[in-house]
């Protein structure tokens, strides 16, 4: 079996992160902060559509890479947490490779992000790696007033104002009014750097998955710049068209093959707004 590519496959739980692993790896630059991009980052709340998660929500994912069944993914809402002052959304993403295919490749991947209950922007980010050989942590705290990310390991790099990281962005968007045919653009801040996140909404689709039938709005997340992710591969998720807004199904192209995250269990949160 070949096995999969750090940093892209196994991260599909969090949607948006197999976009900008997939950028980095691509050797794509990052844009500066005089794009023009609009709107950027955080949008003002009162344009924002009613928050469709909240504390309680759980999802679970059978991720398929190519015909095999590979895992479990989850996403979850799993409370609410103090940073910096700021009231927090805990949300918390992990995959975890079954026992067939661990044999070849095992994959115990943790990721968490405090993501603002106010604004909705991030606070904190933290992830954890276990994929065959591959380890990696990082640890990232947000300054928005400062325009700074601040690693664990001492070093700290501009960002710009809003920014989301690679978990809180996909929950930022769930949150927004989405509506075919709409373009969407959201700053997202991974690896030290800022990423113009191009969010298209291409229109509507009945799905079928192991959680049952779902009316969907059909998204696709591009990132901008100059990398070769967008000619070499694309992420579609399917959002449930309704107040939700929950992922039912992810598809995503990578060198090896394709990964699939279907939707088998969910349990709605509390919205707080």
């Not at 190519?66 to 910096?84: K, S």
């Not at 968490?112 to 606070?123: C, F, G, Y």
């Not at 690679?166 to 991974?190: D, K, M, Q």
């Not at 060198?255 to 699939?260: M, N, P, T």
């Amino acid at each position: 079996m070949r096995t999969l590519p750090h940093r892209t496959g196994w991260l599909v739980v969090m949607l948006l992160a197999s976009i900008v692993a997939a950028q980095e790896e691509s050797g794509g630059q990052a844009a500066d902060s005089s794009g023009t991009l609009e709107p950027l980052g955080a949008v003002v709340p009162d344009s924002l559509a009613r928050v469709p998660f909240g504390p309680g929500e759980r999802l679970v994912f059978t991720i398929d890479y190519g015909p095999i069944n590979a895992g479990e993914g989850t996403l979850e809402v799993r409370g609410l947490v103090e940073t910096d002052g700021h009231p927090c959304y805990l949300i918390e993403s992990r995959a975890r490779s079954n026992r067939f295919f661990s044999a070849f490749y095992m994959v115990r991947d943790k990721v968490v992000s405090h993501m603002d209950a106010r604004r909705l922007i991030s606070r904190y980010f933290m992830k954890r790696l276990r994929e065959g050989d591959y380890r990696q942590n990082v640890e990232v705290r947000f300054d928005h007033a400062a325009g700074k990310a601040h690693y664990l390991d001492g070093r700290t790099f501009d960002t710009m104002p809003g920014i989301q990281d690679i978990l809180s962005a996909f929950y930022f968007v769930r949150a927004l009014p989405l509506e075919p045919g709409r373009v969407w653009h959201v700053r997202t801040h991974s690896s030290r750097k800022d990423y113009p996140l191009e969010v298209i909404v291409h229109g509507r689709e009945r799905v079928k998955v192991p959680a049952g039938e779902f009316d969907c709005l059909v998204v696709e997340p591009v990132i901008q710049g100059e990398g070769l992710f967008q000619h070499e591969g694309k992420l579609t998720i399917w959002l449930s068209d309704d107040d939700l807004r929950i992922p039912v199904l992810m598809k995503t192209k990578v060198k090896v093959g394709s990964i699939d995250a279907s939707l088998k269990e969910f349990v709605a949160g509390k919205p707080l707004v």
